[in-house]
């Protein structure tokens, strides 16, 4: 985390990566307290698109103001850990009863993949292309997150389209 500030610019990046672990540490009591609160849906979806707005400025506004960079970054985590919670609740209302086990398993596990990956190839992507391209990848991913979750989520698809979907 220090160095991803650092390349911000961000002079103290300690300090910098204080107060994002700190807002980790909100955002996952913050999911655990909205959770119940809004709809899965508007939650998960809401979090896409904060998530890519809040990191947008770092990945395509150059030399942003080091302290404007924090907060953004800080925030984005904030919003990242809340939504976060969904992995473990979500998948259980999605499946049914005879799939919810495997269901769940898959979902945590792809989500627990994606961050093992994507932890590897941070610091390979930023060291070789830079941190906008680096960042720019992470919004492009919350992109193409919403616009599926959008398109294909439950709640979204036609009455019948499913069975469509699973006979292809």
């Known amino acids: 985390m220090a ?3 650092a390349t911000l610019g961000v002079e103290d990046s300690y300090a910098g990566a204080l107060g994002y672990y700190i807002c980790v540490a909100v955002g996952a009591f ?4 909205i959770i119940d609160r809004m709809r899965r849906r508007t939650l998960l979806f809401g979090g896409f698109v904060a ?3 809040l990191l947008m ?9 080091p302290l404007l960079s924090v907060g953004l970054f800080t925030l984005f985590a904030l919003v990242i850990v809340a939504i976060g919670n969904v992995v473990y609740v979500y998948p259980a209302e999605l499946f049914t009863t005879e799939l919810r086990g495997s269901g769940v398993g898959l979902a945590v596990a792809a989500s627990r993949l994606g961050s093992a990956v994507t932890t ?16 720019g990848a992470c919004v492009a991913l919350l992109v193409a997150g919403c616009a599926r979750r959008f398109r294909l989520g439950p709640g979204n698809v036609q009455p019948g389209a499913r069975r469509q979907l699973r006979s292809a």
């Open 57 to 65: 400025p770092l990945a395509f506004i150059p030399n942003l103001d």
């Open 3 to 5: 160095r991803v500030l």
């Open 30 to 33: 913050l999911g655990y307290f």
């Open 120 to 135: 590897f190839l941070m610091p390979i992507v930023v060291g070789t292309y830079g941190i906008a391209t680096a960042l």
């Open 51 to 53: 998530g890519a707005v």
